[in-house]
């Protein structure tokens, strides 16, 4: 951990207030919005249903026929173990082949649980290197995997058949590819015993030929086929009563699946047919009393007779059904697709956690009743009467008055279909795999965007799918073919043509005659390492003019490097495109630890990166930090965000636009912990960089003004509003001791003020239960003759206010 032992001393400054030294864009408080980790469904987005059309499933995973195993789905992170995990030291063997996708095979050993294992990736990192990964709770990355080997350059072939050999004694582990050792690592943080496994990340493959043996031969601890025994799973729903469930792939009402049910007989009861009571449920649902709920649901049946549909709501708390609904279909045609809505309303109470039973009476007959549905939906009258947003996470956005909003990812954005986000809900299609922990319906598409945007009051920035192949074709093979530069193009022409053009009246059709003026554009996402820089160089200069034809107006982002060495990856495109571009964006996560010096290193690459744009053909392209962040929700997170934000405001002059990540994240997901806005199906709390982030925003200036002398530890900006009648001063202490502050001010002033924010200790965070442990208090500034004198907590950061 870095750790400043003090301040040295106490800290003497002068603030200059006629020495204006750069503009600050207010594009520097943007943020950032992806659709990952039910940020936008399940979140954001105010659908109470998960998994609305069935998407997320066990379709198309792992199955075994003739002793080979395969894996067809091109989602990432896909795993089986076998075997015990007792077993210490061992040899494991198989032979691998890798039938599409874009990288290659994962070999699982070691393995003692979900988050607790090791692996080999072989052709990881978009098929370009060998590694071995390891994920336990002494990760650096908190609770990802992270390598502990050197990476070595190679490739995985579709087609060919590899025989892996994996050797685990003691810390020691060793790798063999077709004969051939390529790597040997002695990793001590590597569980001591374990399983073992195979696994894929975007890639399909088939495995066969596995064995485990004691180091000496002797003992073969496994020598069959893995038996894969996975019932069918459809993420967030499950069969009650006697309903049996599948997956319908080839008559969906909309997208690719849908649930097919077939309930159990019904029972002769006084002269009437008595129906079992079975289908489909979901549990998590929170509703309130006061509330109407709006319902609709795609049916198919091929039954002669009127088929009824039958919701109940049932609460697990009170332990009773607490609204049922049951209307017969009046608009049913047998063997095709209806849609049918409602309403609930009349709660007897509120509920905290309610399970959605969803049953359908095929006909008043003794017979077996066989049926499909698809997208379901349900949603607050009044959240979808203020535009389908969840309000308390529509205002945890607002509250932080963001003056941008990048959308829609990061590496979601670089497989995502535009067209497939627009019209009427019911008939979009899904993302094409699932990504970060969630597979996306496009519920949340350009028109919901856009209404967000002007909700909370910020501008729109677009990130574009340039059609890169490992995110594209070499995972869903149909977009071969795709004329990505005519998408971006009609992507375009749809947010800002006229009514009268072929996309903008595509969109007037959909509700919004008026273009909705989107200025900034960005061509892709993370390209480094999945193109080569001359790659995307052409990629610039061919997408760039097509783009500003439709029209001349918008500015253009382009993607800069996001590790390694970034000069040899943001030079060239500087240099050779910069005559096309506006920014030049760029990601920068740091380890929660550098909190303290991690903003300044990040800071001289401004510096850098602003020589290389003064001498380039375009002086006047501009910075933009589009993901940032400290990878914790912890306080160093906050610590971490007052000095980037310093940073920042610092190199206004450079630096126009800067967004975190994440943004949102429900409290279910696997990953990436350091989300501003942290929430569950209830409720939501800021994490210490929301709090932090809010405060530096609530006092933001546009001006940056002298500040003379030595800071020692300190990190600090001072600014003036535009009437210069306010100054500011935002200082972060990552010390371990408080430190005084004599602030000598060159101008008259009336008054001082201070607001705070500190922590026990750095591993502090809020939570649900707690959301305002960590919150702004008022702090002391003291006015002595022209000085303001306050003190700075250790690890501390605070904005004093002068008028």
């Not at 990802?144 to 050797?167: A, C, F, H, L, N």
């Not at 792939?249 to 997208?255: C, L, Q, W």
């Not at 502050?741 to 502090?764: C, P, Y």
């Not at 002595?784 to 003190?791: I, L």
């Amino acid at each position: 951990m870095t750790v400043m032992t003090s301040c040295a001393a106490d800290v003497q400054l002068t603030l200059k207030p006629e020495q204006e030294l750069n503009r600050i864009d207010g594009k520097v408080y943007s943020q950032f919005l992806e659709h990952i980790y039910h940020s936008v469904n399940g979140g954001l987005w105010g659908e109470l249903v998960w998994n609305r059309s069935f998407e997320d499933n066990q379709q198309g995973g792992w199955s075994q026929e003739n002793g080979v195993i395969s894996q067809k789905s091109p989602g990432v992170d896909q795993r089986l173990t076998f075997g015990d995990t007792n077993w210490s030291d061992y040899e494991y063997t198989l032979e691998a082949q890798k039938t599409g996708g874009a990288e290659g095979f994962l070999v699982l050993f070691r393995v003692q649980s979900d988050k607790d294992f090791s692996w080999v990736n072989l052709g990881g990192w978009q098929n370009k290197q060998h590694a071995i990964e390891r994920r336990n709770a002494v990760n650096v990355k908190q609770n990802r995997q992270g390598v502990v080997s050197p990476m070595i350059d190679g490739s995985i072939e579709t087609g060919k058949w590899y025989t892996i050999k994996v050797r685990c004694e003691g810390d020691n582990v060793k790798v063999s590819l077709d004969g051939k050792q390529i790597l040997d690592v002695t990793d001590s943080y590597m569980a001591k015993t374990g399983c073992v496994g195979i696994g894929t990340w975007s890639t399909q493959a088939k495995f066969r030929n596995f064995k485990v043996t004691s180091l000496d031969g002797k003992t073969v601890l496994f020598n069959e086929t893995p038996k894969v025994s996975q019932p069918l799973k459809i993420r967030h729903w499950e069969p009650f009563g006697g309903a049996k469930i599948s997956i319908n792939t080839t008559d969906a009402f909309n997208g690719r699946s849908c649930v097919q049910i077939t309930q159990g007989g019904g029972v002769q009861h006084e002269g009437f047919i008595q129906k079992k009571i079975d289908g489909i449920q979901q549990g998590g649902f929170v509703l309130k009393k006061d509330e109407t709920y709006l319902f609709s649901i795609g049916i198919k049946s091929n039954d002669v007779t009127m088929p009824r549909i039958e919701c109940r709501f049932y609460d697990r708390q009170q332990n009773k059904i607490v609204t049922c609904s049951t209307s017969f279909i009046d608009n049913y045609v047998r063997g095709q697709w209806t849609k049918i809505s409602g309403k609930f309303w009349d709660l007897s109470d509120d509920v905290s956690d309610g399970i959605l039973m969803l049953t359908l009476d095929p006909g008043l007959t003794v017979n077996e009743g066989t049926y499909l549905i698809d997208q379901i939906s349900i949603m607050p009258k009044s959240w979808a009467e203020n535009g389908g947003f969840r309000p308390d996470l529509l205002k945890a956005i607002a509250d932080l008055k963001p003056a941008l909003i990048r959308w829609p990812g990061g590496c979601f954005a670089s497989a995502y279909r535009w067209k497939d986000g627009i019209g009427p809900q019911e008939k979009r299609q899904p993302y094409p795999f699932s990504i970060w922990d969630d597979r996306e319906v496009n519920s949340f598409g350009t028109d919901e965007y856009i209404a967000m945007c002007r909700r909370v009051g910020c501008e729109p920035h677009i990130v574009i799918n340039a059609g890169t192949p490992s995110w594209n074709a070499k995972r869903t093979p149909e977009t071969a073919n795709v004329d990505w530069v005519q998408e971006a193009c009609d992507w375009v022409e749809y947010c800002n043509g006229p009514a009268t053009s072929k996309w903008g009246k595509v969109r007037a059709e959909n509700g919004h005659p008026e273009p909705y003026n989107v200025k900034h554009w960005e061509i892709d996402n993370e390209t480094q390492g999945n193109l080569t820089v001359d790659e995307y160089i052409a990629t610039i200069k061919k997408f760039v003019p097509a783009m500003k034809k439709v029209d001349p107006t918008i500015k253009i982002a382009v993607a800069g490097s996001h590790y390694g060495p970034r000069g040899p990856w943001d030079n060239p495109i500087i240099n050779q495109a910069g005559e096309l571009i506006d920014y030049i964006s760029f990601h920068q996560y740091d380890d929660p630890n550098k909190f303290a010096d991690g903003p300044g290193k990040i800071e001289t690459y401004f510096r850098e990166l602003q020589k290389v744009i003064a001498q380039s053909p375009n002086k006047n392209i501009k910075i933009f930090d589009s993901e940032w962040n400290a990878q914790s929700t912890d306080w160093r997170t906050g610590l971490y965000c007052g000095g980037i934000l310093n940073v920042f405001e610092r190199c206004g002059d450079v630096v126009e636009i800067a967004a975190p990540a994440l943004f949102l994240r429900h409290k279910i997901a696997t990953d990436w912990d350091n989300a501003f806005v942290n929430f569950d199906n209830k409720s939501w709390y800021p994490a210490p960089n929301y709090v932090v982030m809010k405060l530096w925003h609530d006092h933001f200036a546009p001006i940056r003004i002298g500040l003379d002398g030595d800071a020692k530890n300190l990190n600090v900006v001072a600014t003036k509003s535009e009437d210069g009648k306010t100054l500011y001063l935002k200082a972060v202490n990552p010390t371990n001791e408080a430190c005084t502050v004599t602030l000598n001010v060159d101008a008259k002033f009336e008054n001082a003020s201070m607001k705070l924010v500190t922590a026990q200790g750095l591993n502090d965070r809020n939570t649900l239960e707690n959301p305002t442990a960590i919150a702004p208090k008022d702090g002391t500034a003291t006015i002595e003759g022209k000085t303001v004198r306050f003190e700075l907590p250790a690890y501390s950061a605070g904005v004093v206010t002068i008028q």
